[in-house]
């Protein structure tokens, strides 16, 4: 489980990403898949290949479990996860396993990568893959919100960490935590806070950001682990949510809806973010079941224009795609390979192993590397789950390889494999990356 600063104009047809933090450097990496939410790195003076020597390493330090990734504002990164004090740890798709821990938040400082101050709750877990917490934590400003897998949703103060408020949305709203943990990344727009909750009326809620009050709630469906997100257009801005019946188009100010489609993916599981590019917008569910939808131009409404199906499109998981200049780039969790599509179509252009399992040339499950655009290149950033940060050019041609460095080694299990599940970040010329047991940053700059 991405997205809006300087506004992504999508060409020619004005749609747009919305900014959802104030101006801010380019530098900082806010939430998840970065300030704009779009998973494009926007700094300049990095290195556009690795040579068999590798890149420094800054620092590392030791932390706890989870798939969180990090995230960077004003030279602090927060990292989010979980310390396990007792009871059995194992994976199993359809099992939730009880144990019993602590959530925690930590700033470290990016330079030097101590540790600034550090919050914990006691947050038993009964949830299925429990290693600890989902979401990436979300920068605004002088405040960092959190959400953890159990529905433990809080406001801290930057500078020291101390809470402002809370809330926990199991207790709040009457449910029970997603099978895989609660994983909506929080949104922040203007003066509110969105995140996917479920159950009948409130499969979405906007919360007030500075006192946790709930401004408004929207949809019957069962909870969502895909991260709301907000587009412009047909002269609207619209809350898009991707939930086990499908994606909705929502007005952000008070829930009403714009429009719907239908996409009802496998085990409920709808996560990777629905993508934009010009008025065309790709939503992938695991398993068999893609649509693209065309957005109109002088209404907020959207028209199907293909399905996905097996052997086409791609199915993504864990790993939001990225659409770029027509083409939809995305790790297929069905065979686990890199996938380039055509927008168009929906046909399958080329596929490749190399960032996902590179030793595989079959089928992988849930193969996933995180991808990320540098600038508007042609050139990402492609972070497997193997530990390895590449840099490779995608294009409608094929895949291209710049070099590779081993970051950190894998510590989850999916599978019967291990691997490397969490979004990195990319700040201050710096990959800060992290496993179940440590928070690594790497050196990208490309003069030292």
Same mark, same amino acid.
């Given at each position: 489980?991405?997205?809006?600063?300087?506004?992504?104009?999508?060409?020619?047809?004005?749609?747009?990403?919305?900014?959802?933090?104030?101006?801010? =450097?380019?530098d900082d990496w806010k939430g998840w898949m970065g300030d704009h939410r779009d998973g494009v790195y926007r700094e300049t003076g990095i290195?556009?290949?690795?040579?068999?020597?590798?890149?420094?390493?800054?620092?590392?330090?030791?932390?706890?479990? @989870?798939?969180?990734?990090?995230?960077?504002?004003?030279? =602090?990164?927060?990292?989010?996860?979980?310390?396990?004090?007792?009871?059995?740890?194992?994976?199993?798709?359809?099992?939730? &396993?009880?144990?019993?821990?602590?959530?925690?938040? !930590?700033?470290?400082?990016?330079?030097?990568?101590?540790?600034?101050?550090? $919050?914990?709750?006691? %947050?038993?877990?009964?949830?299925?893959?429990?290693?600890?917490?989902?979401?990436?934590?979300?920068?605004?400003?002088?405040?960092?919100?959190?959400?953890?897998?159990?529905?433990?949703?809080? %406001?801290?103060? &930057?500078?020291?960490?101390?809470?402002?408020?809370?809330?926990?949305?199991?207790?709040?709203?009457?449910?029970?935590?997603?099978?895989?943990?609660?994983?909506?990344?929080?949104?922040?727009?203007?003066?509110?806070?969105?995140?996917? *909750?479920?159950?009948?009326?409130?499969?979405?809620?906007?919360?007030?950001?500075?006192?946790?009050?709930? =401004?408004?709630?929207?949809?019957?469906?069962?909870?969502?682990?895909?991260?709301?997100? &907000?587009? !412009?257009?047909?002269?609207?801005?619209?809350?898009? %949510?991707?939930?086990?019946?499908?994606?909705?188009?929502?007005?952000?100010?008070?829930?009403? *809806? $714009?429009?719907?489609?239908?996409?009802?993916?496998?085990?409920?599981?709808?996560?990777?973010?629905?993508?934009?590019? @010009?008025?065309?917008? $790709?939503?992938?569910?695991?398993?068999?079941?893609? /649509?693209?939808?065309?957005?109109?131009?002088?209404?907020?409404?959207? !028209?199907?224009?293909?399905?996905?199906?097996?052997?086409?499109? *791609?199915? %993504?998981?864990?790993?939001?795609?990225?659409? &770029?200049?027509?083409?939809?780039?995305?790790?297929?969790?069905?065979?686990?390979?890199?996938?380039?599509?055509?927008?168009?179509?929906?046909?399958?252009?080329?596929? !490749?192993?190399?960032?996902?399992?590179?030793?595989?040339?079959?089928?992988?499950?849930?193969?996933?590397?995180?991808?990320?655009?540098?600038?508007?290149?042609?050139?990402?950033?492609?972070?497997?789950?193997?530990?390895?940060?590449?840099?490779?050019?995608?294009?409608?041609?094929? $895949? /291209?390889?710049?070099?590779?460095?081993?970051?950190?080694?894998?510590?989850?299990?999916?599978?019967? =494999?291990?691997?490397?599940?969490?979004?990195?970040?990319?700040?201050?010329?710096?990959?800060?990356?992290?496993?179940?047991?440590?928070?690594?940053? *790497?050196?990208?700059?490309?003069?030292?």
């Amino acid at each position: 489980m991405n997205f809006p600063q300087l506004i992504q104009v999508s060409l020619c047809l004005g749609i747009t990403f919305i900014s959802i933090n104030p101006p801010a =450097r380019g530098d900082d990496w806010k939430g998840w898949m970065g300030d704009h939410r779009d998973g494009v790195y926007r700094e300049t003076g990095i290195i556009h290949e690795i040579t068999p020597a590798g890149l420094p390493i800054k620092w590392r330090k030791s932390i706890g479990e @989870g798939y969180a990734g990090p995230s960077v504002a004003d030279n =602090r990164i927060f990292v989010f996860d979980y310390l396990k004090q007792s009871g059995d740890s194992f994976n199993d798709p359809g099992e939730r &396993v009880k144990i019993q821990g602590m959530e925690r938040l !930590t700033a470290f400082d990016t330079v030097t990568g101590d540790r600034l101050w550090q $919050y914990q709750y006691d %947050c038993p877990y009964s949830i299925s893959y429990p290693a600890g917490p989902r979401c990436s934590p979300t920068i605004d400003g002088d405040r960092v919100y959190i959400l953890g897998a159990e529905g433990d949703l809080k %406001c801290l103060l &930057v500078e020291n960490g101390a809470v402002v408020w809370q809330r926990n949305l199991k207790n709040d709203f009457s449910i029970e935590a997603p099978l895989w943990g609660f994983a909506s990344h929080p949104l922040i727009i203007d003066d509110l806070l969105y995140t996917m *909750v479920g159950g009948e009326g409130q499969g979405i809620v906007a919360f007030e950001k500075k006192t946790g009050e709930v =401004r408004w709630k929207a949809l019957d469906t069962k909870s969502s682990y895909c991260p709301p997100s &907000v587009i !412009t257009a047909g002269g609207k801005q619209q809350l898009i %949510c991707f939930h086990p019946a499908g994606v909705s188009s929502l007005d952000p100010k008070n829930g009403e *809806v $714009y429009w719907e489609t239908p996409l009802t993916p496998d085990y409920e599981m709808s996560i990777a973010s629905p993508i934009v590019e @010009g008025n065309k917008m $790709y939503a992938s569910s695991i398993r068999t079941e893609a /649509v693209m939808l065309e957005l109109d131009q002088t209404k907020p409404t959207a !028209t199907e224009l293909w399905r996905g199906e097996p052997k086409n499109a *791609v199915h %993504c998981a864990n790993s939001t795609p990225l659409f &770029v200049d027509g083409v939809i780039f995305g790790t297929d969790c069905n065979d686990g390979d890199l996938v380039a599509v055509d927008g168009e179509t929906g046909e399958q252009l080329w596929t !490749t192993f190399a960032p996902t399992k590179p030793d595989e040339t079959r089928y992988v499950r849930h193969g996933t590397a995180f991808i990320t655009r540098i600038g508007e290149s042609q050139q990402y950033f492609l972070m497997s789950e193997s530990g390895d940060l590449i840099i490779a050019t995608l294009n409608r041609d094929g $895949y /291209v390889e710049q070099g590779r460095f081993h970051v950190l080694d894998p510590t989850s299990e999916c599978f019967g =494999r291990a691997v490397v599940w969490s979004h990195p970040a990319y700040a201050g010329k710096t990959l800060f990356a992290r496993n179940d047991k440590e928070i690594v940053a *790497v050196d990208l700059a490309s003069q030292r």
